[in-house]
């Protein structure tokens, strides 16, 4: 499974590439030189596999000139042993590799930037997600990556593809001065037949440079790290952080920003599929999107990032990056099996005397990670990809005990809730939270959505209506009177309901309208105690219930202020109300 080809030659994203080009590409790209004709350059930047040939598009396309040994296209197994060999990694007693980040164990989203360029404002919603940086300060970290570079040891490139439709697959391509992330990279994204690797011309290119320190009074940025995004050069600059997940996210956010101009909608989100249709899951962290994706009964599609378009659902990657901390062998036994396979990526994980991985200790962090190939999940689409979903789900795990473990929204809550993104962090999640805290992130990926939140709604809104599309938000949090005054729901409970609702069990129940959020609940699910679907009889105080809810009722409303303007009339009265006659 280490090097399973997924995907030969594609054709690229339209719309970029001929700009980009215009700059960088050299007239000779497209030649295969011959070692005998090259120059320096070339002898450094020869594959292993294939003393004879150089690739099509060499380092020199990037501005790059690079004094050290260059490594091209390495398998996983190759770069996973260098990566030990050179103590970027250890190996667990298992085999699989185990990396750790430093300071950083999560992303650095007060330090990632978009190039403000002409033509691309007017497409980007400016806001303290999307920082602009100026093509000047942009053009220095350029210089600054490059010299760091050039001067780097060894320097590794793996050539991929981010999008598991072959007609839609971008080509794209790390450098990088480490192995384990060369390896990282090789785990995530679409695995390209080798013989189309020497003709591969990436449309986007990663510079990453996790060992270069920038000096925020000099350089122009706001810490040591940075993440700097041209959308019109096709360059991803990455310094100053060795947590991996900042590679998969920038080109996450690079194919939000281009599908929606083509129609197809980009989603942060896991996917399945049976003979009952395909399903999608929202859901920010800690609400249970890999756990509910992860069904026996059904294949996984992806766990993460994937697209929509007009012939159904393709998974952005080749891979998963699941969360560590507190994984059951139990609850989620294939995920478990994994981590004992040697093409697995363990990130900040604790090891016990003999080498055994101990997933409930957050001493590095809680944010611990494993990145593995698709191909380490047996219950999956050969292919990545499913049709038209007729379900989708979007979860929430509410603190505050107010919103049903089950409802069905219309098209247009379905867009206003997409928007709002809510759930809710409760007591020890993070240093500082010592009570329910509510939390929106738009499109239930806020951090990676270039443009507007209303256009990525407008296109979910658009599809769930063309191919008639049920909507779903499922509560995996707590009723009867919140987080501290009761357990929190059954996951055996909202497994059920979950099973009810995508196999059509739901369809001939009586459904009761919610006053406040207007959304249907259903009075009924076999194997689920009636009395809990209803939120309100679960709480000993109603009239306490009330005055909660009607609080959770305005932070929605004020949350949505900001994306209104941009949202049509419908769903902007598609929002909760606070219930007349109710005092805060």
Avoid at 108 to 114: H, M, V
Avoid at 119 to 130: A, E, K
Avoid at 144 to 166: W, Y
Avoid at 253 to 261: D, Q
Wanted: glycine residues 8%.
């Amino acid at each position: 499974q280490d090097d399973v080809p997924l995907l030969g030659h594609v054709r690229p994203l339209n719309g970029y590439r001929d700009e980009r080009f215009a700059i960088f590409r050299p007239k000779c790209l497209f030649t295969i030189f011959h070692i005998r004709n090259s120059t320096r350059r070339s002898m450094s930047e020869q594959t292993p596999t294939n003393s004879a040939t150089v690739y099509a598009t060499p380092l020199g396309t990037h501005g790059l000139d690079p004094k050290g040994v260059v490594h091209w296209n390495l398998s996983g197994k190759e770069l996973r042993d260098i990566a030990v060999e050179r103590g970027e990694a250890t190996k667990t007693a298992h085999g699989a590799l185990l990396a750790t980040t430093g300071e950083r164990t999560g992303r650095s989203p007060n330090d990632r930037f978009i190039v403000n360029e002409p033509g691309l404002s007017s497409d980007v919603h400016w806001s303290n997600v999307n920082r602009p940086i100026s093509p000047e300060a942009f053009d220095h970290l350029v210089e600054m990556t490059r010299d760091h570079l050039n001067s780097a040891e060894r320097l590794f490139v793996k050539d991929m593809h981010c999008g598991a439709d072959p007609e839609i697959a971008m080509p794209v391509r790390l450098v990088s001065e480490s192995a384990w992330h060369s390896a990282f990279m090789h785990n995530m994204f679409i695995r390209s037949e080798k013989d189309s690797l020497f003709s591969h011309v990436p449309e986007f290119t990663i510079l990453h440079a996790p060992f270069l320190i920038a000096n925020p009074k000099e350089d122009g940025v706001n810490s040591e790290v940075f993440v700097a995004i041209s959308m019109t050069r096709g360059l991803v600059l990455i310094g100053g952080t060795r947590y991996a997940g900042e590679i998969k996210k920038s080109i996450f956010t690079i194919m939000n920003h281009i599908l929606p101009s083509r129609g197809m909608l980009p989603m942060h989100c896991s996917a399945n599929t049976s003979d009952n249709g395909s399903a999608l899951f929202f859901g920010l962290s800690g609400t249970g999107k890999t756990t509910l994706s992860a069904d026996p009964e059904r294949a996984l599609v992806g766990d993460d990032e994937h697209g929509w378009s007009d012939k159904g659902i393709f998974n952005f990657e080749g891979g998963c990056y699941a969360k560590m901390i507190g994984l059951s062998k139990v609850d989620e036994p294939a995920i478990y099996a994994t981590t004992r396979m040697e093409s697995t990526i363990l990130e900040n994980v604790i090891l016990d005397a003999d080498g055994i991985p101990n997933f409930h200790d957050s001493t590095l962090t809680q944010n611990t990670r494993a990145s593995y190939p698709i191909e380490s999940i047996e219950n999956r689409t050969e292919d990545s990809t499913a049709g038209h979903p007729k379900n989708v789900v979007f979860l929430t795990c509410d603190a505050f005990g107010v919103l049903p473990p089950i409802s069905r929204l219309s098209p247009d809550q379905a867009a206003y809730h997409f928007i709002s993104g809510y759930t809710a962090k409760v007591a020890g999640t993070e240093v500082g939270v010592t009570e329910p805290m509510a939390t929106f992130s738009a499109c239930f990926g806020a951090p990676f959505m270039p443009r507007h939140p209303s256009e990525y709604a407008n296109l979910l809104s658009q599809k769930i209506a063309e191919h008639n599309a049920s909507c779903w938000l499922i509560n995996t949090g707590w009723i009867a009177g919140g987080y501290g005054e009761s357990s929190r729901i059954r996951i055996k409970w909202t497994r059920t309901l979950l099973n009810a609702a995508l196999s059509g069990a739901l369809e001939d129940v009586v459904f009761v309208t919610d006053e406040r959020f207007g959304f249907k609940i259903p009075a009924t699910c076999d194997g689920v105690p009636s009395e809990i679907l209803q939120p309100r009889s679960t709480w000993a105080d109603p009239q306490r219930y009330d005055n909660v809810a009607n609080v959770l009722v305005q932070m929605f409303n004020e949350n949505f202020e900001s994306f209104a303007d941009g949202c049509s009339p419908e769903v902007r009265a598609a929002g909760p109300k606070i219930y007349e006659n109710q005092s805060l």
